[in-house]
């Protein structure tokens, strides 16, 4: 996934830590460390939470970051507001391997995961990617934007 991810989107920086991978939209590799958030995350075990039970042999999960527009598509439901550790989300299975549902934390900040994806979510996954990469681009972009406007 990590390799899928650095090949299909242009200027991205994979950053490893623990087993796990920061996914971030740095072209230039300079973005500061206060900037450095990451669009997608890869982890593999339950270093930051259990719910999805990543100490299983074989187990990691996608997380992907999104805007508020494209999680309320796929979860109109979600409550609002931006609790930054919330518990996990009530009546999901955060165990359940190849299905997009909410990030079992950050799901109030408009992340969502995928436990093992497979063929179930590859498709809904590109996509999704895609979003997020180009939100990141985007953001990337806002402060240069700022200083050539000043």
Known sequence: ???????????????????????????????????????????????????????????????????????????????????????PVPGVDHAAVDIVMPHPVYASQHWVCVVNPGEATLGTIGHLLADAYGFAARKHANPRNRQATS
Not at 52 to 61: H, K
Not at 66 to 71: F, G, I, P, Q, V
């Open 1 to 87: 996934m990590k390799r899928h991810i650095c090949r299909t989107f242009a200027g991205v920086r994979a950053l490893d830590a623990g087993g796990d991978t920061f996914l971030l939209y740095d072209p230039a590799g300079d973005l500061p460390a206060e900037r450095q958030l990451p669009f997608a995350t890869i982890v593999t075990g339950d270093r930051y939470d259990t719910a999805s039970q990543l100490s299983r042999p074989g187990f990691w999960r996608l997380n992907i970051g999104l805007t508020r527009a494209a999680y309320r598509e796929l979860f109109p439901a979600a409550a609002p507001g931006r609790n930054v550790r919330a518990a």
